[in-house]
């Protein structure tokens, strides 16, 4: 297992390539810089991390789709942005990558990386293993040297679909900023309150290393629901048992 600190925000903020503004910013009801992207296509975006990366995002355009209502998500909290729209189908994905890689292809300019992330979980899409089937296949024909990147919360790790096709992929990137149960309900507030840190760290650990783990470190203090709330988990009490437990699963 590969482990990716992120002190900064899980989606950086993203401009075009070319341009210096985000690709959507959407006023926000809690006064947080909000950032919508368009689907099922978006980018490509220059990635400090993952180079010159091509968006794809399988939540619709309009609102957000999580099973995490994180308190720093750039997306905003659920309940604000409600989609109206559909998903879009895995036709619709299919059809409109091919489209932008042949468009960057004419125009010399090919991605590092095919990104799975937006404005949501990109995993819970019903048809995210023929998707990233279909884009395996695009990547190869297109740009073989391309990466395909899968940015995720780790929820949907345990249904097999998702688990066969994220071991297809080049980086399987999945979220643990803590183990601290306490702390996730508070930060990363899971929707299910089934929800249990323990069994995703098995599940993590079954990836026998084909995993990165991505985290957000904060210090501070912030309001939630009103309230001030210390969100520091930099301290050895939060940072050991971490370690321990990305230690405890294969390093790659
Ligand atoms: S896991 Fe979901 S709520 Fe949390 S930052 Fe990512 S998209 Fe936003």
Known sequence: MRKMITFARPHQLLSPIGTNRP???????????????????????????????????????D??????????????????????????????????????????????????????????????????????????????RYCPDAKVSVLSNATFIFNDRVRAALM?????????????????RMVDRPVKSSYRVEQIIAGLKAFNGHVIIQSMFMKGITEIDGHPVNVDNTGESYVAPWLEAVKANQAR
């Open 168 to 184: 297809k992929v080049d980086n399987n990137i999945q979220k643990l900023d803590t183990v601290d149960m306490d702390y996730i």
């Open 63 to 140: 609102g957000k789709v999580c099973t995490f209502d994180c308190i720093y998500c750039e997306c905003g909290f659920n309940k604000d942005y409600i989609p109206r729209q559909k998903r879009p189908t895995r036709e619709a994905v299919s059809k409109a990558l091919e489209a932008k890689l042949r468009q960057m292809r004419q125009d010399g300019l090919l991605p590092d990386v095919l990104t799975f992330a937006g404005n949501g979980e990109p995993t819970a899409h019903p048809d995210f293993d023929g998707i990233i089937d279909d884009t395996v296949n695009l990547r190869d």
């Open 23 to 61: 690709i959507i910013n959407t006023p926000s009801p809690n006064n947080m810089s909000t950032l919508l992207y368009p689907s099922p296509i978006f980018g490509p975006v220059h990635s400090r991390r993952l180079g010159i990366s091509l968006g794809i995002n399988l939540m619709p355009s």
